[in-house]
């Protein structure tokens, strides 16, 4: 995380904006400085496809996964995958994208 602060200046960048709160699935997204942050904080599911509303149209990429080996993971998380919006208004937002959350994992993506 202090390495993509120091790269996208997140920290001191606007408030962000929540775009997905789900209690029952256990999953928290918000966008930030261009950034979107995915939490999948459930103990047991994991997520294919699931559905994030974003702002911002574009091209993603992943640039932190905590289930990367050097944190401690099992390297579900293919991180070549890029992710492209679908302009179909989602949870308050003009687009969304679909990514893989596996549980008890944090991905980070950056528009390419």
Do not use: C
Not at 72 to 79: A, H, V
Not at 87 to 99: A, F, I, K
């Amino acid at each position: 995380m202090n390495h993509a602060e120091e790269k996208y200046g997140w920290l001191s960048a606007t408030p962000g904006y929540v775009s997905m709160k789900h209690e029952d699935d256990k999953v928290l997204a918000f966008e930030r400085a261009g950034l979107l942050f995915v939490f999948n904080f459930h103990p047991v599911k994991s997520f294919a496809d699931y559905r994030i509303g974003i702002e911002e149209p574009g091209e993603y990429r992943i640039v932190l996964s905590s289930d990367d080996k050097q944190f401690g993971g099992f390297e579900r998380i293919d991180t070549s995958v890029k992710f492209f919006t679908v302009p179909e208004g989602y949870s308050g937002r003009r687009n969304y994208v679909q990514v893989y959350i596996p549980s008890r994992t944090t991905i980070l993506l950056a528009k390419v």
